[in-house]
């Protein structure tokens, strides 16, 4: 299996952010039909998508940060996992970095991955995947 990259120009949380584009092809470089068809549908829909994957990104940050908080401890919480309101203040939190279109095996499915580095989980970082549009 090989990847194509290239870069491409994102808008994030009120930032423009540079992203590598990645897309899995055969060892042939034939790309899938639906990796065709989800990158096509993920460009002319972008701005869309994205603003879908922050609200989705702010609503999960709520649901854990206070398990991040205690994990971290009084010294690293309010730098790595601070307490926020709204999905603004994610932009200081995260860094979004590579835009995936990966290979899936069933032309009825449609995945892209939109990966991310994160204060509170550096290690690990944050994934979003979008599947048929979602």
Not at 12 to 23: A, D, P, R, V, Y
Not at 35 to 43: D, H
Not at 72 to 97: C, Q, R, T, W
């Amino acid at each position: 299996m090989t990847m194509d990259e290239k870069n491409i120009v994102i808008k994030m949380f009120g930032h423009e952010k540079l992203l590598t584009l990645s897309i899995d092809a055969d060892d042939d470089a034939e790309f899938e039909d639906a990796q065709i068809i989800a990158y096509k549908f993920f460009i002319r829909n972008m701005n869309e998508l994205l603003m879908n994957a922050e609200n989705e990104i702010l609503k999960y940050y709520l649901e854990v940060i206070e398990e991040y908080r205690e994990r971290l401890g009084e010294k690293f919480a309010d730098k790595m996992a601070p307490v926020i309101s709204n999905k603004e203040e994610l932009s200081k939190l995260i860094e979004p970095k590579r835009l995936l279109f990966p290979m899936v095996f069933d032309e009825k499915v449609r995945k892209v991955g939109l990966l991310l580095e994160c204060t509170w989980e550096p290690e690990h970082g944050l994934a979003v995947k979008f599947e048929d549009e979602k």
